[in-house]
């Protein structure tokens, strides 16, 4: 049950104290007032007899809006903190968080924590990170850059974002408008083995959604930018631009019959199927037996030329961190290498459960970099293709990691001797995901960089459509 | 039905400790409407929570989660101004007061009506259900819940069980007059297992809840019969074959595969989408939109259901609202916001995930109305089709109408009789007349077992859906038998 959001730029938690002549976001705390806090949680967890325990305190602060056909639909101010606490006594664990940062609110949210951790099972693979596994460098890798937007400002922006995509053509006569949010947090991260690590992090973006009417018939798209410097934020009039044309290419619309036929997915979608490999290779789902790539350390998964890399210090990337979410140091690794499968996504609960090593991805992975196999850009790709579906929008929730069955609403277009013949929707792809990742013919070039995966444009080799 | 003061309650928990009273929220009022708004409310909200997990036999993992705070919302014509604040202090709010009336430069000053407290008979009691088992008993019964799946059957070797709770006290105070409480206990349990048998592997799903205490799942042997029908569901998998694709007759089962009318009905009839003329309804009421036989409402009033509501986020009881009445589309689902700019009234469905988001139109318990048909001559009505029972989540595009909801269980129909089950597939379709090719309507009405999260903007809040049997002349399966 879901709608897909208007912006699908996320705007994390966040404030409230200004007013439209002040700066977007609120002044971060400083470093030494969260390291105070931190400290404080984690000498009431020892006070109340914890034989270990790790904290982490956050705060964020946001303003976003929204412009709709031109005029003002929302503005927001965010301000959100949060504590949570997980203590150990001995193998036993229980965990609280609360978004009360005074000093009896610590008190009691230890006490909760506590108060579970009388009564779990002890769990011998429980407990905090190993020492040596801890980060002792915390490099900056600057992603940090406050953006001093003033809320007219914004509205200004999305609006200039909204109305380039509704001059584009006299079909785009309706509107779920154009937004800006900008986003500033600081993280910070303690344990009883002494680590304590933090940085601040900036998101801004911009979006727009509208939508293209025909004949009676309505198609909606939408494009958005994000970026952690807003200086590597598209133009606003590109981001209504994309919309608009999204919107317009959906109009005319056919089903197609049942068929199977190679199927080629937008960079973003592409993005999507590497997810779904990701969420097979986790440690949660490895030692539960609910993966459909069990056993496959060493052996291929992929076809030789897939090269898959992990790299969490990429400067300025929005997946980018120093340390994972339990303190454990990041590093640049290979995950998959010529097609074969080179290790596992994992923190250390699930490391021990296997009888294996933290991989440095507890809270998930840091920028993966799925390179691609030739200077394909999508025109090449398409050429490729030959005759298929190019899929642009994929819907629904049919991915099974237990068995790899995929089965999802698609919509897109027909492709025949690489030219475009017409936009389809109302149909599905069904295949499953093991042979689905054998049966890659070609990763582009034109990789999309707006998330934690950095992928170009997949092309498959043969997939079920069903439709009329 | 109770009689429960929950505005005092709610009054007690929230304004007390602060020492905060009406005159305060008076004061924030108005120096929120003081700047040329027409209107605006405050949304004063206390959760605590916590969840226990059950993997391998033992409990090994629980957490507690206290959240409060309050939002303040300026409205001046379809402009919306919003501040929160984690810190429910005077201060705090006149801070946020004064970030939220920012959105209005001009417009008219609206007037500050004098309260109107809203009372209501309660649906649910409002108690802590925290509070309702013990944290022994609490271990207890998910200790008994994975007995229960690993006694089912020899092939089970892994049991997921999870038991949630909240109990959200809330309070809106608005400047038109609306001052209302409500204390909201919501539980949750679900239980999840693999199964295997010569080396393939299936997983299986199943749970319930509603705005009740613990101790519900300990009667009618609830919480084992979760346990049961999630390891049912698993071994039905491990005997399925692929699914067909293409379009073909369609059976669903009562209940839970409500969710059809939930994405393909529902969302694309909330109040806002049909204001901005961006759903595929817009603009439709009075016109044919299913068969004679359809007739579905949205109802927040059933005692004791997930979806259910004392009141909305924005202090409107709620109410069973007709959105389509022998196949002719009735009525809109509206908040404040946009029944105004619709010129009709809110139908009680203005919902928001917490004080720190914007209430929006949201659906609450969606259901279609039984028919006549018993449900095995349904079935045998169809020569060859899919019966599909149990579904996992659904989405839809509002605007060009198409959704999606992907079975979990399903069969193959040959010759009017249940055969094969077939492996999980999507199943695609177009809103705006899915519920024309219905042709058949069960007379065995179902509601979920509570377990629903609806989705919309990044807000989630807890729904449910219900049908009785229906038989749907056409829909496109998503297998990969082509």
């Keep these: 049950m879901n709608v897909p959001a208007a912006s699908s730029a996320a705007t994390s938690p966040l404030p409230m104290t200004e007013s439209l002549e002040r700066s977007a976001t609120m002044p971060l705390p400083a470093r030494e007032q969260l390291e105070t806090l931190v400290a404080d949680i984690l000498a009431e967890a020892r006070a109340q007899g914890a034989s270990a325990a790790e904290a982490a305190v956050s705060f964020g602060s946001a303003l976003s809006v929204a412009v709709r056909l031109g005029e003002v639909e929302t503005l927001e101010h965010h301000r959100r903190r949060g504590l949570a606490v997980t203590v150990y006594f001995g193998q036993s664990r229980g965990s609280a968080s609360t978004a009360d940062w005074r000093q009896a609110a610590i008190r009691d949210t230890v006490a909760s924590a506590c108060a579970i951790a009388r009564h779990t099972a002890a769990d011998p693979y429980a407990g905090l990170a190993d020492p040596e596994r801890l980060a002792r460098e915390i490099p900056d890798l600057d992603l940090y850059h406050p953006w001093a937007l003033s809320a007219e400002e914004a509205i200004e922006l999305a609006r200039e974002c909204e109305a380039a995509a509704l001059a584009m053509d006299p079909r785009i006569r309706n509107s779920e408008g154009g937004g800006v949010a900008t986003h500033a947090g600081f993280g910070l991260y303690g344990n009883s083995h002494g680590f304590c690590g933090g940085y601040p992090t900036t998101r801004h973006s911009l979006s727009c959604s509208v939508i293209a009417q025909d004949n009676g018939e309505m198609q909606r798209n939408h494009w958005y930018s994000v970026a952690r410097d807003r200086v590597g934020l598209e133009a606003p009039i590109a981001v209504g631009q994309k919309a608009a044309q999204r919107s317009l290419r959906r109009l005319g619309s056919r089903r197609l019959g049942t068929r199977q036929v190679p199927v080629l997915f937008a960079p973003e979608l592409a993005r999507g199927l590497i997810g779904h490999f990701i969420a097979a290779i986790r440690g949660g789902a490895l030692y539960r037996k609910a993966s459909f790539l069990l056993d496959r350390l060493g052996t291929p998964v992929f076809p030789e030329f897939v090269a898959i890399r992990e790299r969490p210090h990429l400067l300025g990337a929005l997946a ?3 340390f994972d979410s339990e303190g454990v140091a990041t590093a640049d690794r290979h995950l998959v290498e010529g097609g074969v499968l080179q290790g596992y996504v994992l923190d250390s609960y699930s490391a021990r459960r296997l009888g294996m090593t933290t991989t440095g991805n507890a809270g998930g992975t840091h920028n993966l970099i799925v390179e691609p196999s030739g200077p394909f850009g999508h025109e090449a790709l398409l050429q490729q293709l030959d005759t298929g579906l190019w899929v642009t929008e994929l819907l629904g929730h049919g991915v099974d990691t237990v068995t790899g069955d995929y089965s999802r609403g698609a919509s897109g277009f027909w492709v025949e001797k690489g030219e475009i013949q017409f ?38 080799e043969r997939m079920t459509v069903a439709g009329e | 039905m109770m009689t429960i003061d929950t505005l005092d309650l709610a009054r007690q928990q929230l304004l007390t400790p602060a020492g905060l009273g009406e005159d305060d929220l008076n004061r924030t009022l108005a120096c929120l409407l003081g700047h040329a708004i027409d209107s605006g409310d405050l949304y004063f909200q206390a959760r605590r ?40 202090q005077m201060p705090a709010l ?39 088992l013990s944290a022994e008993a609490k271990l207890r019964l998910l200790e008994a819940v994975d007995a229960e799946a690993r006694r089912q059957d020899a092939r089970v070797n892994q049991v997921m069980v999870s038991l949630a709770a909240a109990q959200d006290t809330i309070l809106v105070a608005s400047s038109d007059g609306t001052l209302a409480g409500d204390v909201r206990p919501l539980v949750r349990l679900s239980v999840t297992v693999i199964v295997e048998q010569n080396g393939r592997r299936e997983q299986g799903s199943a749970g319930g809840g509603g705005r009740v205490g613990y101790d519900w799942f300990l009667a009618e042997e609830r919480a084992v019969g979760y346990a049961r029908e999630a390891v049912r569901l698993a071994l039905v998998n491990l005997d399925a074959v692929p699914a067909p694709a293409g379009a073909m007759t369609v059976v669903l089962g009562p209940g839970w595969p409500g969710i059809l009318l939930h994405e393909a009905i529902g969302h694309g009839l909330e109040g806002d989408f049909n204001r901005k003329g961006t759903s595929a309804f817009a603009g439709r009421v009075g016109e044919r939109v299913a068969s004679p036989l359809c007739t579905v409402v949205d109802d927040g009033t059933l005692a004791e259901r997930r979806g259910s509501l004392n009141i909305d986020d924005e202090g409107t009881p709620t109410q069973c609202t007709t959105l389509i009445e022998g196949g ?25 995930e917490s004080y720190a988001h914007l209430p929006l139109p949201r659906m609450t318990n969606t259901y279609m109305l039984p028919g006549a048909h018993d449900p095995g001559e349904i079935i045998a009505s169809v020569e060859r089709g899919l019966y599909a029972v149990n579904f996992g989540g659904g989405q839809v595009d509002i605007t060009s109408g198409k959704f999606v909801f992907s079975a979990s269980e399903a069969y193959l129909i040959e010759n009017g009789r249940i055969t094969r089950p077939v492996r999980g597939a999507t199943l695609i379709g177009n809103g705006p007349d899915v519920l024309t090719k219905v042709s058949m309507v069960g007379n065995d009405l179902q509601l979920d077992a509570g377990v629903g999260t609806c989705g919309k903007d990044g807000q989630s809040v807890p729904v449910g859906v219900g049908q009785p049997t229906l038989k749907i002349e056409t829909l496109t399966v998503g297998g990969t038998q082509a």
């Design chain 1, 320 to 322: 980018s961190a120093p």
């Design chain 2, 328 to 352: 002719v589309l009735k009525g809109y689902l509206q908040d404040k916001l946009n029944a105004r700019l619709m010129n009709t009234a809110p139908t009680g469905n203005g919902r928001r």
């Design chain 2, 49 to 88: 929570a916590e969840s226990w997990s059950l993997e391998d036999q033992q409990v090994k993992s629980a957490s507690h989660a206290i959240q409060q705070g309050v939002g303040v919302r300026a409205v001046s014509g379809e402009k919306t101004g919003f501040a929160y604040s984690d810190e429910i």
């Design chain 2, 94 to 132: 006149l801070e946020a007061a004064t970030a939220a009336r920012a959105i209005a430069r001009h417009g008219g000053d609206g007037p500050l009506q004098s309260w109107r407290p809203i009372q209501r008979p309660a649906l649910y009691p409002p108690l802590d259900p925290l509070l309702t």
């Design chain 1, 423 to 460: 936009p389809v929707h109302e149909i599905t792809i069904a295949g499953n995901l093991k042979e689905m990742f054998t049966g890659i013919r070609a990763l582009g070039s034109d990789v999309d960089k707006r998330g934690g995966i950095h992928c170009g444009s997949l092309l498959l």
